[in-house]
Every structure is written in C-alpha cells, then in structure tokens.
C-alpha cells in the first residue's frame, strides 16, 4: 500500500499562503493523489486531487512533483475558518480511503 | 439535497446491547462506507457496499454488521457493544466510477459510547 507522511502540525498566519507538504514515495503509477479535510470533528471535506499534473479548484491548488514521490496543498489565503486536520491520501484500491493521522493546520490572526 | 444523513446524532450505550446507526444519502450513489475516528487518530474503514446487495468488509470489521437492501440506506449494526467501541462514527458515499476519481462525501457523524 503507498502510505502518506505528513507533518504533524503546522501554523499560518491569516490571509498568507497555506502550504501542506505530504510524501508519498511508494506511490503507484496510476495512484491518485487525494486531500481531505476536517474540520473540528466534522465528517471530512474533499477538497483536491491529481494524478501527475498540477491542479487547481476554487478551493486550493495541488502542485506534484514530476517524480510524484511527493505533494503540496496550498491554500493560497488562509483564513480562520481554514484550521482544521488536513488528510493527504493515497488512493489504494477502489473507492477505500485510507486515512493517516494528517497536518494540523492552525490559521492564527 | 439532504446529501449524506446519520441518525442519532449522539447515543449511549450499555455494555452488551446492540444498536443500529442509520445512514442515508440521497444522491444516487453506488458506493457507501463506514468508518471510525477514535481520538487523535484518522478514519478506519469498518464495512463498505458498492450497490445494493453487495457489502464487503474494511479494515476494522469486527464487532459489526452491515446490509444495503437499497440504494439509498447502508445501516450499521452493533452485535454487542464493548466499550472499546466508543468512537465516532461516519457514513460516507460517492459514485463508483473505474477510474476511482470520484468524491467522497460524509455524513456529520454519530458520537457513541460505550459504558
């Protein structure tokens, strides 16, 4: 299984760039990329996800490495409302999300 | 649309009974799913369905029983509650595409536990 590394907590200021790193380096040629949320005990949120290019939505960009052995989510104003654990994943099989213990992003004022 | 429902919101439970945690989600989706958060940790798929008839087991089984008798409902039940069954309970479904790009979307969770 490719299995995702994720610092454990991480600080922002509001209104700055959020930038989540996860690695990845197991990961298989068709695995998907995937990045969750959740927020203060919430069910979790998609937010983004990608297989080789970089890719952007209305709630974040994705940016992966050409290797692929590793990801950044960034979070291009980060605002209070963006503290929350966030899940990097790796698709292993199917629909079957595996989730590991995440990033804690604190957005501070 | 109401997306993906779960009742009760927060239930307790003796040693020993049994219970069943709704789930319902009215989206149309093929693919549904429990799993559990216990404190500080991520979700741990306990059984999922890919249609109606069709369930198979995740990675925390035990202890649990699930049906899909339709589209829309994936009920889990609790056989025999044990304490080190308290957790949080979420219900997700998505659609079942091939290509597996397809998103999931959770339910707001049932909070159990277990005395």
């Known amino acids: 299984d490719a299995k995702t590394t994720q610092p454990p907590s991480m600080d922002c200021a509001e209104g700055r760039a959020a930038n989540l790193p996860c690695n990845h380096s197991t990961i298989s040629g068709n695995e998907y990329v995937y990045w969750y949320r959740q927020i203060h005990s919430q069910g979790p949120q998609y937010i983004i996800h990608g297989l080789k290019n970089n890719e952007t939505n209305e709630m974040a960009s994705l940016i992966i490495t050409e290797d692929r052995k590793s990801s950044t989510l960034i979070l291009p104003h980060a605002t209070l409302r963006d503290t929350a654990v966030y899940y990097c994943?790796?698709?292993?099989?199917?629909?079957?999300?595996?989730f590991g213990a995440g990033t804690i992003l604190r957005v501070k004022s | 649309n109401a997306g993906v429902t779960q009742t009760p919101k927060f239930q307790v439970l003796k040693t020993g009974q049994s219970m069943t945690l709704q789930c319902a989600q009215d989206?149309?989706?093929?693919?549904m799913s429990w799993y559990r958060q216990d404190p500080g940790m991520g979700l741990r798929l306990i059984h999922y369905?890919?249609?109606?008839?069709?369930?198979d087991q995740g990675e925390v089984p035990n202890g649990y029983n699930v049906s899909r008798s339709t589209t829309e409902d994936f009920p889990l039940r609790l056989l025999s509650a044990a304490p080190s069954q308290t957790s949080v309970y979420f219900c997700a479904s998505s659609y079942n595409l091939a290509d597996g790009t397809d998103t999931q979307y959770f339910g707001p969770g049932t909070r159990l536990t277990v005395l």
């Open positions: 989206m149309n989706h093929e693919y």
């Open positions: 994943i790796v698709r292993v099989y199917g629909n079957k999300l595996v």
């Open positions: 369905s890919v249609g109606a008839g069709i369930t």
